[in-house]
């Protein structure tokens, strides 16, 4: 079946390293979201991709990165972590086109700050 | 800037009440998803709504679309405890399909 897995799911780390979230996704779906999920805030997006070497800013885009080299993987990266960016990571896909443009979500990643 | 608010942000309903939670949005649009939550997991796709006077039901819950007003409907049939979880609603941004804007959520608690 295809899916869409996060790694790590849960990773502790401290101000000032940079970490990655991998996304990977075996839909072959062409867009590719990253989000973040804080308490009283629902979902907010940091950035997104529509197809391979497309990279686009969301809303919540300061101190993150991603890259898109293929069509399976998004991976987020912190250049220099932050408590602020503690928070649980939901990276998502959907096909591209003229479609419903459903999302189907990873299992997440909880991203600890100290 | 697109604009997506739910209320109530909670709701504890007893089994076997109806209510309805309410999702508005603040551009233009012709759809709106529904994902549910449950605590500590991953978003599950409910509804997809894809125009106006949209409905669609699953089981006992049931989503509404009216596009004019600016408005979708998550309705709850005699509410069942399995149903409590965080309840989303969701819409695109003008012009694109897919980079979805997401309301803050309802926490559903459904008491014995």
């Known amino acids: 079946d295809a899916e869409i897995t996060q790694s790590p799911r849960h990773k502790i780390t401290e101000t000032g390293r940079q970490v990655t979230l991998a996304c990977h996704q075996t839909w072959n779906h062409n867009n590719m979201f990253w989000y973040r999920q804080d308490l009283g805030h629902g979902l907010r997006l940091i950035h997104y991709s529509y197809g391979v070497q497309d990279t686009n800013k969301g809303e919540v885009s300061d101190g993150y990165s991603v890259s898109r080299s293929n069509t399976e993987d998004l991976p987020l990266t912190l250049e220099s972590a932050a408590s602020s960016q503690t928070s649980v990571y939901f990276c998502?896909?959907?096909?591209?086109?003229?479609?419903?443009?459903?999302?189907?979500f990873g299992e997440g990643s909880r991203l600890t700050v100290l | 800037e697109l604009k997506v608010e739910q209320n109530p942000l909670f709701l504890s309903m007893q089994e076997g009440k109806n209510y309805t939670i309410y999702c508005n949005y603040s551009?233009?649009?012709?759809?709106l998803y529904w994902y549910r939550q449950d605590p500590g997991k991953s978003l599950e796709s409910l509804f997809v709504l894809l125009s106006n006077g949209a409905v669609k039901q699953e089981g006992r819950l049931m989503a509404s679309l009216d596009t004019k007003a600016r408005l979708s409907t998550l309705h709850i049939t005699a509410a069942v405890h399995d149903l409590s979880a965080t309840y989303f609603c969701?819409?695109?941004?003008?012009?694109?399909?897919?980079?979805?804007?997401f309301g803050t959520g309802t926490r559903l608690q459904v008491t014995l």
């Open positions: 998502a896909s959907s096909e591209g086109g003229a479609n419903t443009g459903e999302l189907f």
């Open positions: 551009t233009t649009s012709d759809r």
């Open positions: 969701a819409v695109p941004d003008t012009g694109t399909a897919s980079k979805l804007t």
